[in-house]
């Protein structure tokens, strides 16, 4: 069977699902000796993953660009990319399906309708207008966690039988990282001091002030031996926030955007991961984590138990108080949840993802 992603993400600054789409569909064409899938709109030969830009180079991106935006007002067009698939599976880049073919999508988390605060008014719009073209209309959907696959038949009102769970996965490199590599990146990046690091956007979602507040916390003793590291772009809405990263804070760095194939290494030279998001629908960053062997501290919310089982200390993200005594737990004695954490991401294999995604998309051959 032939199946047609719509790719077009890539082209786009994107942080999540552009990760997820880069990854499933490399492990889809690793592992597809009896089947085919394309990248659309003829998105092929695509560079590096980076989250700052397009995976193309701008003379490649532009035309696909004005393809995309054509597409979704003029069927034949859109057919035109799609190719003679069996399946058309995309993403809120793309308004409608291709007649003759099944139409499927991933759900990656359900953020705009559980806490639309965290979100500007542009981004609930066009959630909400997928859902109604096309989550509500899909032949099969994807969940990225069961967590977000209840969600979605919960708020959404969808079919439980059309909505499958297969967990995202986690690149090689984070199984694999060393040592060595940790090194290399601690001198490059100037961090001399063991650190708490947290990756992702400074966006409201992540809850980043009860993080800082929490650090803050910490007897002096502690805080003189150990940095609280953030690396990721400033998002929307963070004003408050990054004047608190940015004002200079002992113990406090900010290093910004972090170039991919410098992630592996930075995440394996922490000494604790702290990611206490008010809502997750996969998690891509503690995950990544639990494969290098960094213990991980996490929120009780959401997907995140499910994600990351007993691979990680949970806490309430909103006390301050109690992120600061998992982070001194896990400061003193790492070693029990980090191997925990191990064991767990070997859950996570992008091969295994696309294996399971061959499985759901073979009913509409």
């Not at 532009?62 to 003029?74: F, G, M």
């Not at 690149?171 to 990282?177: G, K, L, N």
């Not at 650090?215 to 150990?226: A, D």
Request: proline share 6%.
């Amino acid at each position: 069977m032939r199946i047609s992603v719509d790719a077009s993400p890539l082209l786009l600054r994107s942080a999540g699902v552009k990760n997820y789409l880069y990854h499933w569909i490399h492990a889809l064409q690793r592992n597809s000796s009896e089947h085919s899938v394309a990248a659309y709109p003829f998105i092929r030969n695509v560079g590096a993953l980076t989250h700052e830009s397009s995976v193309m180079s701008l003379a490649h991106t532009a035309p696909r660009i004005v393809w995309l935006l054509a597409s979704n007002r003029i069927a034949l067009t859109r057919k035109l990319a799609a190719g003679k698939a069996n399946v058309f599976h995309v993403t809120n880049q793309v308004h409608a399906g291709v007649k003759g073919m099944a139409l499927t999508a991933t759900v990656h988390d359900m953020t705009c309708w559980l806490t639309p605060e965290f979100h500007t008014p542009d981004n609930i719009k066009a959630d909400k207008r997928f859902a109604e073209r096309i989550l509500t209309k899909a032949d099969g959907l994807i969940a990225v966690s069961e967590n977000t696959r209840q969600d979605a038949i919960r708020v959404l009102g969808l079919n439980p039988d059309k909505v499958v769970t297969i967990h995202s996965g986690v690149p090689d490199a984070y199984f694999s990282v060393t040592e060595t590599d940790a090194l290399r990146v601690k001198h490059q990046l100037k961090l001399v001091k063991p650190f708490i690091l947290h990756i992702g956007t400074v966006e409201p979602r992540k809850n980043l002030d009860a993080l800082l507040d929490a650090y803050l916390l910490l007897p002096e003793s502690v805080r003189e031996g150990v940095d609280l590291v953030f690396a990721g772009p400033m998002g929307w809405a963070a004003s408050t926030t990054s004047q608190r990263i940015l004002s200079g804070l002992p113990g406090v760095r900010y290093l910004g955007y972090v170039p991919e194939r410098d992630l592996p290494g930075l995440t394996k030279a922490a000494s604790v991961f702290a990611y206490p998001s008010l809502y997750e629908g996969f998690g891509f960053p503690v995950a990544q984590a639990m494969a290098a062997g960094v213990p991980v501290l996490t929120s009780n919310n959401s997907c995140l138990p499910e994600i990351t089982g007993a691979g990680a200390v949970h806490v309430d993200p909103r006390s301050p108080s109690e992120i600061r005594d998992g982070l001194d737990r896990l400061l003193i004695s790492p070693e029990a949840v980090a191997a925990a954490g191990r064991l767990k991401a070997q859950e996570y294999r992008w091969d295994r993802c696309a294996i399971r995604s061959w499985q759901f998309f073979q009913q509409f051959a």
